[in-house]
């Protein structure tokens, strides 16, 4: 496995650490300035700044979230790498049982910068949700 790859992998584990146990403000470890998200949930999100409040608003006081990527494939080209993984995502409180469950599937495109590799574009589709 070459370094990028090794490090694209590693971006989308910090992805999901961001996601389970940052705040809102440490998704600039894992996306650039000027991401562009598109999802189910969030429609078409624009720059940095669109994620963060997103981030912020759709927070849940007492939700917890463990996200496990798999299934990742990497296709290095110079500084850009198109990728695509399994998500699933589980929803719970602390110390109970998960109440909502989701399987997604994404497709990244991430750059190389001047702090490391970065996604600068993110499709995530919903292929399943599962509410008790």
Do not use: C
Not at 10 to 29: K, M, N, S, W, Y
Not at 30 to 55: A, C, H, M, Q
Not at 60 to 80: C, K, M, W
Request: hydrophobic residues 35%; negative net charge; without cysteine.
């Amino acid at each position: 496995m070459t370094t990028e790859r090794w490090e694209i992998e590693d971006l989308f584990a910090r992805l999901a650490r961001v996601l389970d146990e940052g705040t809102p403000e440490d998704i600039r470890q894992v996306y650039t300035k000027d991401i562009l998200v598109r999802s189910p949930r969030g429609g078409e999100l624009r720059g940095i700044d669109e994620v963060l409040e997103y981030l912020r608003s759709t927070a849940v006081d007492g939700e917890l979230t463990q996200h496990v990527h798999s299934d990742i494939l990497v296709s290095v080209d110079g500084d850009r790498a198109e990728t695509s993984a399994n998500q699933l995502t589980f929803f719970y409180r602390d110390g109970q049982a998960p109440h909502r469950r989701a399987g997604l599937r994404l497709k990244y495109t991430a750059v190389r910068t001047g702090e490391g590799w970065r996604f600068e574009e993110a499709n995530i589709g919903r292929a399943w949700v599962q509410e008790d």
